[in-house]
T-cell receptor
Framework: AQSVTQLDSHVSVSEGTPVLLRCNYS??????LFWYVQHPNKGLQLLLK??????LVKGINGFEAEFKKSETSFHLTKPSAHMSDAAEYFCVVRHQIYGNKLVFGAGTILRVKS | ETGVTQSPTHLIKTRGQQVTLRCSSQSGHNTVSWYQQALGQGPQFIFQ???????GRGNFPPRFSGLQFPNYSSELNVNALELDDSALYLC?????????????FGPGTRLLVL
């Protein structure tokens, strides 16, 4: 069955420094992978998605993620953190059989210090 | 902001009661998915409705039920509420149900069961 593991429950960075949020996936097939962000009291917003095209995926707000099949990873990065990036981030895989079902990781809370 | 709206925003119920949550999908979308997000966890798939029919269900008991209306809005009903049902309930709309579509999330309804 498909699953994702977010390796850090909390990440803290200083404003202007790089962001790295780590995600490993488990899938028997070529997966579809996503990163969503959730700001307090707001719904989930799609940052980016990988669907077997280019392995380096660019998303909104300067985020990008690289699909590495050999490492079963899909880490999210951003060169320079902004205060507004503080939020919870979810790595998500689409269920291979029930394609309409999204399987979420436990989330990583990103804190940005000034 | 997506065009997905949910009501109410907050709700307090007591154990054993019944609750109905509502979701209006984004214009043009014919599919609604419901997720439960317990505190400190990632969202979990409850079920999906496509053109008024249930189209996939997660590991939730039958007391969780739903409806989709001809205008593609949807309801989530929970009977015999339990304390563990306290959570943020998210709906997401998409165009189509095959799994290749992006799901757009509403802001959620926060349910507290006392």
């Amino acid at each position: 069955a498909q699953s994702v593991t977010q390796l850090d429950s909390h990440v803290s960075v200083s404003e202007g420094t790089p962001v790295l949020l780590r995600c490993n996936y488990s899938s028997s097939y070529s997966p579809s992978l996503f990163w969503y962000v959730q700001h307090p009291n707001k719904g989930l917003q799609l940052l980016l998605k990988y669907t077997s095209a280019a392995t380096l995926v660019k998303g909104i707000n300067g985020f990008e993620a690289e699909f590495k099949k050999s490492e079963t990873s899909f880490h999210l990065t951003k060169p320079s953190a902004h205060m507004s990036d503080a939020a919870e981030y979810f790595c998500v895989v689409r269920h291979q059989i029930y394609g309409n079902k999204l399987v979420f990781g436990a989330g990583t809370i990103l804190r940005v210090k000034s | 902001e997506t065009g997905v709206t949910q009501s109410p925003t907050h709700l307090i119920k007591t154990r054993g009661q019944q609750v109905t949550l509502r979701c209006s999908s984004q214009s043009g979308h014919n599919t609604v998915s419901w997720y439960q997000q317990a505190l400190g966890q990632g969202p979990q798939f409850i079920f999906q409705y496509y053109r008024e029919e249930e189209n996939g269900r997660g590991n939730f008991p039958p007391r969780f039920s739903g409806l989709q209306f001809p205008n593609y809005s949807s309801e989530l009903n929970v009977n015999a509420l339990e304390l563990d049902d306290s959570a943020l309930y998210l709906c997401a709309s998409s165009l189509g149900s095959s799994g290749g579509e992006t799901q757009y999330f509403g802001p959620g309804t926060r349910l507290l069961v006392l």
